[in-house]
DNA sequence: ATGTCGTGGACGCCACGA
């Protein structure tokens, strides 16, 4: 099995995009991000057409996350337990957002995530970002503590930078999110809980990333960041054969500013 | 070979998020 993840940045301006790399990348299940519709507006009818599957959870045009699937999609849920929300004032009630969803794709629970950008250091959405990784490490451990031999798939964007080789230039970055250490620790945190991130050793860096910027030229001069990752239970991540990064599909007009980070399961 | 992009609201620009 083949399994991808991607942030699209709104899937109506990327459609056509996205159905023709699926087409030829023989991907079976593809985890999207930023898919920037509600749940009415996803192009569901096109993907049926080649073959694909999809559950989406869309609330408004911010966010959106969906899992594709030509191998089966079972009990898709949207958010997990525990999922926090957000609004810019910590004193009102948080609003709940769509960055979470999972499906079972062939035997593996398949998860697209959206961790929060974060902003600055000091704004609320900061603060949000690491309660949110905390909360979605409590929901993937007790998910896994209940059944240690389930094959479980955690992929996004995670909006964390986890290495200093994962940015083009650390001494751009101080100060910055991303690369701060509360942050690097909260995703390091998913080890202990017994996902490992799997992408990296197959796409060793440096200078290997998954996102450019769209502003300042960043894709040619190779100013790009590594955030988008896949991390897989035990049983899972013994499958692992290989892994790749398209960044090919970052090029040209039209295109995202993330790349598909793909793996491959025996 | 490329000097941001996408969405929505009230337009033909602005606000917002990234």
Redesign the pocket.
């Known amino acids: 099995m083949r399994l991808a993840t991607w942030n699209v940045?709104?899937?109506?301006?990327?459609r056509d995009r996205v159905l023709a790399w699926l087409e030829r990348s023989e991907v079976d299940v593809l985890a999207m991000q930023?898919t920037?519709?509600?749940d009415e507006?996803f192009p569901h009818e096109a993907f049926r057409e080649i073959g694909y599957e999809v559950a989406h959870h869309g609330l408004?045009?911010?966010?959106g996350v969906a899992v594709a699937s030509r191998v089966g999609l079972e009990d898709a849920r949207p958010g997990f337990d525990g999922m926090p929300g957000f609004h810019?004032d910590p004193e009102m009630a948080q609003d709940p957002e769509a960055r979470a969803i999972s499906a079972v794709c062939d035997g593996v629970r398949v998860y697209s995530l959206y961790i929060?950008?974060g902003?600055e250091l000091a704004d609320p959405?900061y603060t949000y970002k690491l309660d949110w990784l905390a909360r979605l490490r409590e929901h993937a451990a007790a998910e896994l503590n209940a059944d240690p031999s389930a094959q479980i798939a955690l992929t996004g964007d995670f909006?964390v930078a986890p290495e200093d080789e994962d940015v083009w230039d650390m001494e751009v970055f101080d100060g910055k999110t991303h690369v701060s250490p509360p942050e690097r620790e909260a995703f390091f945190a998913f080890d202990g809980a017994g996902f490992r991130e799997v992408t990296r050793e197959h796409t060793p860096g440096p200078g290997v990333y998954t996102y450019w910027?769209?502003?300042?030229?960043s894709?040619?001069k190779r100013k790009g960041m590594r955030i988008d990752f896949q991390l897989h239970s035990p049983a899972l991540a013994a499958r692992v054969t290989g892994a790749s990064i398209d960044r090919e599909e970052r090029?040209?007009?039209?295109a995202s500013?993330h790349a598909p980070v793909v793996v491959d399961l025996d």
Do not use: M, V
Not at 9 to 14: E, F, L, M, T
Not at 251 to 254: A, I, N, T
């Open positions: 940045n709104s899937i109506r301006a990327r930023e920037k519709c509600k507006q408004s045009q911010w966010n810019k929060p950008n902003r959405h909006n910027d769209y502003t300042g030229l894709f040619p090029k040209g007009k039209g500013d």
